[in-house]
């Protein structure tokens, strides 16, 4: 049984409606208005460390920033600032808090074999002492 006939599907040209595809652009435009995400490229991000270009005084400069930094000794690692020794979170947090300049902000440095954990929890407890800047500094093996 037929239902339709092949010569009037002949005889009949195809049309498509512009309207329609004029909408299915402009709602794809709004899509993609709407879902795109505007961020600053890490070109355009300033640097945590400033030069400062004014001058200081000989107070300023007999300091020295903070220097956290991890190593591994006799199998354990440890946070070392300046020849001091903290095996733990709050003893560092307590060292820090205590540092006397902290205007030239912090580093962290660490070798590739430290663990990660102690490493964010150094920059951490540099952010908690509020150090102004906090960089981390891979150390090159």
Same mark, same amino acid.
């Given at each position: 049984?037929?239902?339709?006939?092949? $010569?009037?599907?002949?005889?009949?040209?195809?049309?498509? #409606?512009?309207?329609?595809?004029?909408? %299915? !652009?402009? @709602?794809l435009?709004?899509?993609f208005?709407?879902?795109?995400?505007?961020?600053?490229?890490?070109?355009?991000?300033d640097?945590?460390? $400033?030069?400062?270009?004014?001058?200081?005084?000989?107070a #300023?400069?007999?300091?020295?920033?903070a %220097? !956290?930094? @991890?190593?591994?000794?006799?199998?354990?690692?440890?946070?070392?600032?300046?020849?001091?020794?903290?095996?733990?979170?709050?003893e560092?947090q307590?060292?820090?808090?205590?540092?006397?300049?902290?205007?030239?902000?912090?580093?962290?440095?660490a070798?590739?074999?430290?663990?990660?954990?102690?490493?964010?929890?150094?920059?951490?407890?540099?952010?908690?002492?509020?150090?102004?800047?906090?960089?981390?500094?891979?150390?090159?093996?």
């Open positions: 049984m037929k239902l339709s006939s092949h $010569k009037r599907a002949h005889n009949r040209q195809i049309t498509l #409606e512009m309207t329609s595809m004029i909408d %299915v !652009v402009f @709602l435009l709004i899509f208005i709407v879902t795109a995400s505007f961020t600053k490229t890490e070109r355009d991000l640097a945590v460390t $400033k030069v400062n270009e004014k001058s200081s005084s000989a #300023e400069t007999d300091l020295e920033p %220097v !956290v930094l @991890l190593a591994d000794v006799g199998g354990s690692w440890v946070y070392q600032v300046g020849s001091n020794n903290i095996s733990t979170f709050a560092l307590e060292v820090l808090d205590k540092f006397p300049n902290k205007a030239d902000g912090a580093f962290v440095r070798p590739d074999a430290a663990p990660y954990g102690m490493a964010a929890s150094a920059i951490q407890a540099c952010k908690n002492a509020d150090f102004p800047g906090v960089s981390y500094v891979p150390l090159t093996p």
